[in-house]
């Protein structure tokens, strides 16, 4: 599980600069709804559905996350929360990204433990 801490450390890590590049505020609750929301979509169907079990195909996987992102902007949309801007955007893909990293590195290691015992 050393390969899971690295890429959670440099993802955090990342995540601080983007953050801090793009002046958002992480620690409201709107930010860790919607990166949770991101890092967890990309975490199960891209890392976890599409690179490591190979159940579900890209395509279908993309439409998806549009489908999943675009329902949570409508929602915020009807509770007037303004999060539609460019900075929210590349920090969704950030997120989104991470979390397929983690998915595919954490399934990885899972099976390679298994596999040792």
Do not use: C
Request: glycine share 6%; net charge neutral.
């Amino acid at each position: 599980m050393k390969l899971v801490s690295l890429v959670m450390i440099a993802g955090l890590v990342l995540l601080y600069f983007v953050d801090a590049a793009f002046k958002l505020p992480i620690l409201n609750w709107e930010m860790l709804i919607h990166s949770a929301l991101r890092f967890f979509t990309g975490f199960i169907l891209l890392g976890v559905g599409v690179f490591y079990a190979h159940k579900i195909r890209l395509k279908s996987a993309i439409y998806l996350i549009l489908v999943l992102v675009l329902a949570d902007d409508i929602m915020d949309y009807f509770r007037n929360v303004h999060s539609f801007s460019f900075e929210v955007m590349l920090h969704s893909i950030y997120m989104l990204l991470w979390g397929s990293l983690m998915g595919y590195v954490f399934m990885k290691q899972l099976k390679d433990e298994a596999d040792k015992q």
